[in-house]
T-cell receptor, first 116, second 116 residues
């Protein structure tokens, strides 16, 4: 069974640009959540999508957005990039929504974004 | 809102010795608790979880954790450390009633270094 796949693995952007990251969950998983990992702030929850609808959102500005498609694949977009957006962006999938899920999250290997 | 504290940024242990990585949490109601491990430039991998039942839970790679409700702790342990256990360890919590807007809340992580 294939794991969670994130693309691209590495990318470099400049301030003011926008970026789109992609996540393909484990087959059959309907919940996809996104996390930002930085050395200073650790792992911070961005949002969760389930059945093409955003279910939860963390404390991030509106420049961070996402969507989920009918096949459960998800994308997140960051517009008007800032230096502080440099981070490892992790996608995680699960069968159930966060509030119903007693099992683990399955993480992808992440997309490392560097903003210059 | 829930929170997790991992009081040690780094733990150093000699190979063959027992190891403990500490975690305390704060959550409304009953907690669901998790430990994840992250190797360099990789995503997070699930180690073990406490949902209900026996306070001592066993997980992957010989790790175990003890849930202590009165001390609101969920320390990760292993009887005999291996050099390959060296990695970044995250404790995470969500309330039984659901994650609310915060999803799964992670601690800042503890670097575990096993010295040969």
């Amino acid at each position: 069974k294939a794991g969670v796949t994130q693309t691209p693995r590495y990318l470099i952007k400049t301030r003011g640009q926008q970026v789109t990251l992609s996540c393909s969950p484990i087959s059959g998983h309907r919940s996809v959540s996104w996390y930002q990992q930085t050395p200073g702030q650790g792992l911070q929850f961005l949002f969760e999508y389930f059945s093409e609808t955003q279910r939860n959102k963390g404390n991030f500005p509106g420049r961070f957005s996402g969507r989920q498609f009918s096949n459960s694949r998800s994308e997140m977009n960051v517009s008007t990039l800032e230096l502080g957006d440099s981070a490892l962006y992790l996608c995680a999938s699960s069968l159930l929504r966060h509030r119903s899920n007693t099992g683990e999250l399955f993480f992808g290997e992440g997309s490392r974004l560097t903003v210059l | 809102a829930q929170s997790v504290a991992q009081p040690e940024d780094q733990v150093n242990v000699a190979e063959g010795n027992p190891l403990t990585v500490k975690c305390t949490y704060s959550v409304s109601g009953n907690p669901y608790l998790f430990w994840y491990v992250q190797y360099p430039n990789r995503g997070l991998q699930f180690l073990l979880k406490y949902i209900t039942g026996d306070n001592l839970v066993k997980g992957s790679y010989g790790f175990e954790a003890e849930f202590n409700k009165s001390q609101t702790s969920f320390h990760l342990k292993k009887p005999s450390a291996l050099v390959s256990d060296s990695a970044l360890y995250f404790c995470a919590v969500r309330p039984e009633s659901g994650g609310g807007a915060d999803g799964l809340t992670f601690g800042k992580g503890t670097h575990l270094i096993i010295q040969p």
